[in-house]
């Protein structure tokens, strides 16, 4: 009966490089999930940047209509060259729509690639800014 003949680390003949699969394994899982992380991280800025840029844009356009807006086509040319005009300084990509006297909406789309794979993500936020009339507590526009 012959026994295994152990190593200078303990390790029998068979058991040689074990270690370095193991650790192949668990340097592979790690990158995937860095990865993962990363690529992540550059869609939820994306999302940040689309949110801030079409809140702000919307704010810009309902107060360029001003505290009391009328309803006519000139409000409406004001708010939505207040609003592309945040957009086009701003370098976003995004749509303008007035709803009624005092009510703008702002789609704004922001693409740009992940830095470690290089996949184009897109994120599209929309807002809504209604203009309130009043002195102390105001009042909605309809």
């Known amino acids: 009966m ?8 303990g390790l029998r003949e068979d058991e040689r490089g074990s270690v370095a699969v193991l650790f192949c394994f668990i340097v592979l899982i790690a990158g995937v999930l860095v990865t ?3 690529d992540a991280a550059t869609a939820i800025q ?3 940047r689309a ?5 702000e844009a919307a704010r810009a356009a309902s107060i360029a209509v001003g505290p009391v807006p009328t309803g006519g086509s000139a409000d409406a040319e004001l708010a939505v060259t207040a609003a592309r005009g945040y957009l086009e300084q701003a370098g976003a ?3 303008v729509s007035v ?3 005092g009510v703008v909406e702002v789609s704004v789309t922001v693409t740009t690639s992940t830095p ?5 993500v897109s994120q599209t936020r929309v807002h809504t800014a209604q ?7 105001g009042e909605g526009l309809s």
């Open 116 to 120: 470690v794979l290089g996949i184009a």
């Open 131 to 137: 203009l309130l009339v009043g002195v102390t507590s």
């Open 93 to 95: 990509v995004g749509t």
């Open 2 to 9: 012959t026994h295994p003949v152990r190593t200078r680390f």
């Open 36 to 38: 993962g992380v990363v």
């Open 51 to 55: 949110d801030t840029y079409s809140a």
């Open 46 to 48: 994306a999302a940040n």
């Open 99 to 101: 709803l009624g006297p």
